[in-house]
């Protein structure tokens, strides 16, 4: 049983930065395709960045290009998502992810085995 433990949210201003982490318990990430999904109010849940277990570029969804980066240390069982110029837009609850031998596509998919408990990621002035 993988458990997934999300930290690093809070409140930015536009345009700064925060990095969110995803630290995995119970089992090695090197199993799964990791991801970071998100849901704003009376909005549905989207798939932000997805990694797969063993393929290569990460899927990033279009509204995030160029600001975000997924990646993971596998020594330390960890999943960041490196977050830059921030809009109010991305203002939302942070999910982590899992999936067993997944593929990035979890993402569009919307598909995990696992989830984080969720962590708030305000962008406010």
């Known amino acids: 049983q993988l458990q997934l433990v999300e930290s690093g949210g809070g409140l930015v201003q536009p345009g700064g930065s925060l990095r969110l982490s995803c630290a995995a318990s119970?089992?090695?990430?090197?199993?799964?395709?990791v991801g970071w999904f998100r849901q704003a109010p009376g909005k549905e849940r989207e798939g932000v960045s997805c990694?797969?277990?063993?393929?290569?570029?990460?899927y990033y969804a279009d509204s995030v290009k160029g600001r975000f980066t997924i990646s993971r240390d596998n020594a330390k069982n960890t999943v960041y998502l490196q977050m830059n110029s921030l809009n109010p837009e991305d203002t939302a609850v942070y999910y982590c992810a899992a999936l067993f031998r997944g593929v990035k596509e979890m993402c569009i998919m919307g598909v995990s085995d696992y989830w984080g408990q969720g962590i708030q990621v305000t962008v406010s002035s």
């Open positions: 119970g089992d090695s990430l090197e199993h799964y395709a």
């Open positions: 990694s797969g277990h063993s393929d290569g570029n990460p």
